[in-house]
């Protein structure tokens, strides 16, 4: 990495805010297992931050090879706050259907999707509240 290289990162790095040590283990514990028409769905709790439990789905082919390539798919806002994660699984009119989990796994992907923060599970508060907390803890 060059200078120029490193000195960027670190402005991202600085832009990010207070991150959890990059050195702290990332948890994860095995809620469920589900075998769907197309490919497996497991329900995963991940510990990505020691603040809040994260909820997310795995999905990967049935017949599965490994070393199996991810994708790290990121549901879109629309101002649905309870759809979050779930949308992998149901889809979204507007965005893609039939659902990216059948396409990614048909294609033999797996992709992997959480609940960001105030979406799904995690939508115990509002955008607004969410904003105003983050502000005040600056």
């Not at 999707?113 to 983050?134: Q, V, Y």
Request: charged share 25%; with cysteine.
């Amino acid at each position: 990495m060059t200078a120029d290289e490193a000195t960027r990162r670190q402005e991202l790095y600085e832009l990010l805010g207070d991150l959890p040590p990059r050195s702290r283990p990332i948890g994860v514990q095995r809620i469920g297992e589900e075998e769907r028409k197309a490919y497996v769905l497991e329900t995963l709790l991940l510990d990505l931050n020691g603040i809040e439990p994260v909820p997310a789905y795995f999905v990967r082919p049935k017949e599965r090879e490994s070393p199996l390539p991810v994708i790290l798919y990121n549901h879109a806002h629309g101002y649905d706050y309870i759809l979050g994660k779930d949308e992998l699984l149901v889809g979204r009119e507007a965005i893609q259907q039939p659902p990216y989990a059948d396409v990614f796994t048909r294609l033999g992907y797996a992709a992997l999707c959480i609940d960001a923060w105030i979406f799904g599970e995690r939508s115990h508060t509002t955008d607004l509240d969410m904003f105003k907390a983050m502000l005040t803890a600056a």
